[in-house]
C-alpha cells in the first residue's frame, strides 16, 4: 500500500496480503495512518534469496522476449516495448506512464514489458503483455507473468487477473486466457474467465475495507474485531494470540474450533482449559481432546511437563535392535541447474547407527563412498554413528538414493529386526517423490514400507502424551529428552540449513575451500543432532512405556501378499484376504516388473534422446498414457491398501471424515452368533448409529465393507502386535436408515471365520471395501500394449490408440478441414435439419469409422441416452453389427439397454445377465451366457446386443477379442482412460457417450501420467465442450427452460447449450418467474447440515404447492402442482435427512429429498439445492467439493421450470488454495452474481 494525498493506493499484492489475512493489512494501514506503531519486520533470508531468483527468472525471460522479436519499432508495430518505473508515485506521474504504456500497445508492441496500470486507486506493473491476434478494436493482449514457483499459485493468478481487468478497464481488447510462465520453464495457461471473478469479489472487499479504515477518527483494529479475517499465524497475527491468551494457542486447534469456542465465551486459553460441559458444533471427543491439551499447557507455564494419557499406544513400538537408524533430510526446494526444469535438491540424507552395529554396513559398495554413507564417529553422541549420504546436484541425488536404499536393503538383510526410525511423515513421503522422480528405488522402497521398516514416532506422540507447549514439533519436544545436548544458537532449524547450504555452494564457487568446509561441516552436525534427536526420543518413549508397565511387543509385519489366506481370514491387522468373501488382499504390492512397460517406457527414452525423430509430442504423450496405464490397477490397489493400513495407525478423529467411512456411536445387536442352514460359520445381525462422512455412498445389498475393531483383538492373529487395530470384511450391508442430528443406521450381517470363536466386540468403525479384482483388466491391457510396443514407431489402426493421441475419428472417406483452433480436420457427417439430424449423422459417421473412435457429449436433457439408443438400433436392425454397451454401473448399462429395446429393437436380440423383473431385454445366465449368445447372433449372422461391465468385455470367454464391430462406452465422463483401453480390445470402433461436466469418476491411485482421466475428460482437454473435429455436442436440452438452461450454459458448457424452443417455453408454472432464483440465507457454525436452510426449503415447497403447471406434454395440460413435482437436492446425508424430517414437520411428505448422485438422470418442475454450510471454514472434505460445478450443474440442471439455490453468502469468504479450486470459486461467483435474488413464491 501506498499512501499518497491522502488517497491509499493498492496492488495485487496487497488484495493476495488481504485475503491471507485482513487483521494483518488493517494493522499495517494504521500504523501508514499513524495510529499505530509499525509492526516489526523480520528478516527473512529465504525470501530474500527467493526474490533474487525470481528477478533471474523474469530477466531471462525478457533476454528470450527481445532476441525473439528485438527492440520496440513503433512505426512498423514490432518488438519488446519497455516501460520504465515512475521515478515518483503521485497520481500524474502513474497517469503519465499508464499513457506510454497505452501508446505501446495501440502501436501493436509485440511484447509490452512492465506496463504501468494506474486507475486512481490500483497501481500495478504487469511483467509481459504479449499480442495474441488482431481484432477490429486493436491488437488483442494477454497477461503473462514470470513466477519461480514449479506450480500456479492462486496469488500469481489473481495478479493476473488484475492487470488484465487493466486491460479491460482501458479498452484494450483483451484474449480469454492468462499465462504463469513458472519456474521450472513450463508455461501454465488459465482461462480468464476462472479467474477474473474471485479477483473482483476480493478487490471489491478490499476497497471496502480501505474505504472504511481511511474514514477520520477510526480507532485502529483491535485483535478480535470480527469485522477482520485473522490468520492467527503471521508476524502481525502471532504477538496478538501471545499477548490476548488467544485460544488459538491450543496444539492443534483450528480456526472453525476457535470461532465456536469464541460463540460459547471461551475466547481465552485460560478459560477453556477451566471449562466444562459441550461446545456446540464440537464433537465429545475432540472438546475433550482439546480441553485436555489446554489445561496440559496452563499447567506447563512455569515449565514443560507432559502426560501420558494412553499408555497403550506406546505398545506401538517396536522392540528396540542395536541396529536401528534414526534418519533425517535436508533440502533445498530453491535448488535448479542452468535454469532447467527440475527444482530442489535433497542434499543430505543423514543416518546415525548405534557405534556397535556399525561395521555391519560400510555403504562402499555405492560409488564415491566419500560422498555416499561412509561411517563417521558421533561428534554429538559418543555412543553413535554418522553416515551421511551427500549430493551436491541431481545426478548426485540420485546416486544418493540408490546407495541410501541399498545401504538399508543390505542391512536389513542382515539385520531382519531394525527400523528406520523418523518424525513426521516427510521421510517416508519424499523418499516415495524421490523414486517416482529419478526411477529408481520404487520396488526396494515398497519392500520397506510393505514390512512396517520405516516408523514414524510423530502418531505415537500424539496418540499416547499431552505436552505443555502449542507445537508437537521435535524441536518443542527435546528440552523433555535431550538433556546437556539440548541446543538453541547455531544452525538450528531447516530454514537455516537451507540458507547455510546455498552460502556454502557460493563458497565453494568462489574458491573458499575452507570456508566451504567449516560451513559444510556445520549443515552436518545440524542435521546429525536432529538424527540424535529422534534416537533419544525413541528412548525416552520406550522409558514412559515402561513406567506404564508396557515393554515393546513383537512388531507385526506391514501388509504383504504372502501373509494373506485364502480362506476370507484376515491378513496382517486382521484384513480379509481372497476368499470366499468376496473380500481382496492387496496382491497390487507386488510390482513385478512388466516387459510390456519396460518395453514402452525404451522407447520413449529413444524419443527423449532424439532418436525417433517421426514422433510429436502428441504422439510421446499417447505412449506415455500407455506405459502408466499397464500398471493402472496395481497402482490403484496400492493407494487403496495403504490408506486402509495408515487408517488403522491413525486416531480416529483423523480419517474419521474420509468417504465411505462411518464413525460408530450407538451399537446394537439385533441377533447374537447363530449358524443355520448349511453355514459353515457363525453371523451374527448388529445395528451401528454414526456419523457418515459427506459424499459416502452405502447401499443395501453391498458386501465386503470393513469392520474395524479397537484393542483387545475380538479373534486371534498372530501377526498383530496387542496395539493393533484389527479390520475384517465379512460383512454385508443389509439396511440404511437415515435419522435426524445427522446420524445414519445401518443394519449389517457380520461373519466369523472357520473356526473363530463368537466375540462380544463391537466394531468402532466401518471402512470402505477393498477394490475388486482386475486380473482381466489388466490382461488386456497388457495385451494391447504389447501390440503397441511391437508395432512402434508405427501406430497400429486402433481406436483407444486414437483417443489417446486426440486424433480425429479416422474414417475410410477423407477429410475435410473444419473451423477450429488449432485448424483441424475431420471426416464426421454434418448435421442434417429434422428430429433424426443427429442421430442419422451419428449412426452414418460410424458406420464410417475405421478401427477408431466417435465421442459424443450429452449436457442434461439433451437425450443422450434417447439419441445412443436410436443410433444403435439403426445399427443393429438395418446393418448387422453386433454392440457392446459397457459402464460403470449394471444400472446404467441396464438403462440403456432397455432405451435400444424402446427404439425397435427385438427383446430378443438384446441381452445381459441380470436378475431385474422389470428388465425389457433379455435376461441372461450362467457365466457364458454372454459368449453364448454372442455365438447364436454370429451363427445367424444376425445384429445383436450385449450389456455388461468392463470385466465382462476383457473376458474371453464372454467375449472374444475384437468380436464386437461397435462397443459404446456410457457415462465415458466417469470411465477412467486405463479402463476404456482395457475394454477396447473386444471392439473394432467405440462409441463413447456420456458428459465430463456431469459427476466426475472417483479414483485413489497416484499416477505417473492422467491414465485415471476420464475418457471424454481427456478429450476435452481442459474445456466444457468437445472439439467439433473429435465428435458431436449435443447443444440443445429438451428439458431447462431458456431462464434456467442459460445459467448452467455459462457454467459448465461456455455458453454453447441451448433450450428447445418452443418446447421448453409452452410450459408454465403459474406465479412463479422461470430460472434460477438464489436464496442466500445468513448462519454460522454449520458444516453439513443447516436448520436455517431446511426451514426456507420447506417454505419454498409450501408456496409452491397448489400452483398451477401448464405442461403440453402431459395429461391434464394445467394441473396443481404436487410434491412429486419437486425434488431437493442436499450435498451432505445430515442435510438431507434435516430437510426430510422438516418437510414432515410441516405436513410436505412427498417430495423426493436426496444428494445429487441420487438424481442424475432424473428431472422435475423444480429443483430446490441447499449446500448447508455455514462458510468455506466449516466445509468437511474441502470448500471445492461442495461448490464443484458438475455438481452444481447436475443438481440445478435438473429443473425443468425453475431451480432454487439456498445458499450462505459467506461461503465465498475465502481464498481458494488451488488453481482447480479458483476455477469452482469463479464458477459460483458467475453463477450466484448473475441473477436477482428473493424471488421465491411467498410461503
Known sequence: MILTGGT?????????????????????????????????????????????????????????????????????????AEIDRPERTTPEALADQQEVTLEALRAGADVVFQGTFFDGRFLGFADFLVKAGQASAGPVYEVYDTKLARHAKITALLQLAAYADQLERLGVPTGPEVHLLLGDGSRSTHQLRDILPVYRDRRERLEALLDDRSREGVAPAAWGDERYTACGRCDVCAPEVEAHDDVLLVAGLRLGQRERLRAAGLPTL??????????EGLADTTLAALREQAAMQVQGRSGLAYRVFAPAALGA??????????????????????????????????VIE????????????????????????????????????????????????????????????????????????????HLQSLCARHGVGEEQLDELLRRGVLVDLYPIVKKSLRVSTRSYSLKKLEPLYMGDLLRDSGVTNAADSITAYARWAELRDEGEAEAAATLLGEIADYNEYDCVSTLRLRDWLLDRAAENGLDPSVAAPAPHLDALGGDGGPGPHGTAGSGTDGSVGPDGFTFAASPVHEALSAFLDRVDAGEEPGIDGDDRTAIALAAAAIDYHRREDKSFWWEHYGRLERPLEEWSDTRDVLEVTHTRVDREWYREGRQKADRREIRLRGVLAPGSRLEPGASGRFFVYDPPHPWPDPRARATDRLAHARTTLDEVLELENGLTQFVFTEALRVGDLPYDAVPIAVAPSAPPKTDSLQAAISEWGATLAAALPEFPADPALDLLRRRPPRTLRPSVAVDSAPPTSTT?????????????????SLLDLDHSFLAVQGPPGTGKTYTGARVVADLVREHGWRVGVVAQSHAVVENM????????????????????????????????????????????????????????????????????????????????????????????????????????????????????????????????????????????SWRMHPEVCAPVSDLSYEGELHSKLPATTDRRLEGVEPGLHLEPVQHIGNSTQSPDEAALVARIVR???????????????????????????????????LVRQTLAESGLDGVSVGTVDKFQGREAAVAIVTLAASSAAEVPRGIGFLLMKNRLNVAISRAKWAAYLVYSPALVDHLPGNAAELATLSGFLRLTRAVPTDRAPAG
Open 8 to 80: 491509499v493506493l493498492y496492488s495485487a499484492t496487497d488484495l493476495t496480503a488481504a485475503a491471507s489475512c485482513e487483521f494483518a493489512l488493517v494493522r499495517r494501514l494504521d500504523a501508514k495512518l499513524g495510529r499505530v506503531a509499525p509492526p516489526p519486520e523480520s528478516t527473512d533470508e529465504m525470501l530474500e534469496r527467493t526474490a533474487r531468483l525470481g528477478d533471474a527468472h523474469e530477466l531471462r525471460t525478457l533476454e528470450r522476449f527481445r532476441a525473439e522479436f528485438g527492440p520496440f519499432v513503433a512505426e512498423s508495430a514490432v518488438g519488446v
Open 270 to 279: 485460560t478459560a477453556f482449559a477451566s471449562s466444562t460441559g459441550p461446545v
Open 828 to 844: 464426421l457427417r454434418p448435421v442434417g435439419d429434422g428430429p433424426r439430424g443427429t442421430i442419422d449423422a451419428i449412426r452414418d
Open 317 to 350: 513400538l517396536p522392540p528396540p535392535d542395536p541396529a536401528d537408524i534414526f534418519f533425517d533430510f535436508e533440502g533445498d526446494p530453491l535448488y535448479t541447474e542452468n535454469a532447467g526444469p527440475e527444482w530442489g535438491l535433497d542434499y543430505l540424507f543423514g
Open 354 to 429: 548405534h557405534e556397535a552395529s556399525a561395521h555391519t554396513s560400510s555403504g562402499s559398495s555405492a560409488p564415491d563412498a566419500g560422498l555416499l554413507g561412509l561411517p563417521q564417529p558421533g561428534g554429538i553422541d559418543p555412543r553413535t554413528v554418522f553416515r551421511p549420504f551427500w549430493a551436491h546436484d541431481h545426478a548426485e541425488e540420485r546416486e544418493a538414493l540408490r546407495a541410501f536404499l541399498d545401504y538399508l536393503t543390505e542391512r536389513l538383510h542382515e539385520h531382519p529386526g531394525l527400523h528406520v526410525y523418523h518424525y513426521a511423515d516427510y521421510e517416508r513421503a
Open 1103 to 1137: 408456496g409452491l404447492l397448489g400452483l398451477t403447471w401448464h405442461d403440453p406434454g402431459e395429461e391434464p395440460p394445467g394441473r396443481p402442482i404436487e410434491a412429486s413435482d419437486i425434488i431437493v437436492v442436499a450435498p451432505y446425508n445430515a442435510q438431507v435427512e
Open 897 to 1036: 439397454l432397455d432405451a435400444i429395446v424402446g427404439a425397435g429393437v427385438d427383446p430378443a436380440a438384446v441381452g445381459k445377465s441380470s436378475d431385474s423383473p422389470a428388465a425389457r431385454f433379455t435376461a441372461l445366465s450362467g457365466r457364458d451366457a454372454l459368449g453364448r449368445f454372442l455365438a447364436h447372433a454370429e451363427r445367424h449372422d444376425a445384429g445383436a446386443v450385449i450389456g455388461g461391465t468392463a470385466w465382462d468385455f476383457t473376458n474371453t470367454g464372454r467375449v472374444g477379442r475384437r468380436s464386437l464391430d461397435l462397443l459404446v462406452i456410457d457415462e465415458a465422463g466417469q470411465f477412467s482412460l486405463a479402463n476404456t483401453i482395457a475394454v477396447s480390445v473386444a471392439a473394432r470402433n467405440l462409441l463413447l457417450l456420456g458428459d465430463p461436466q456431469q459427476l466426475p469418476q472417483v479414483t485413489q491411485g497416484t499416477h505417473p501420467e492422467p491414465v485415471d482421466s476420464s475418457a471424454l475428460g481427456w478429450l476435452t482437454d481442459g474445456h466444457d465442450v468437445l472439439p467439433h473435429h473429435l465428435g458431436y455436442f449435443l447443444d440443445v
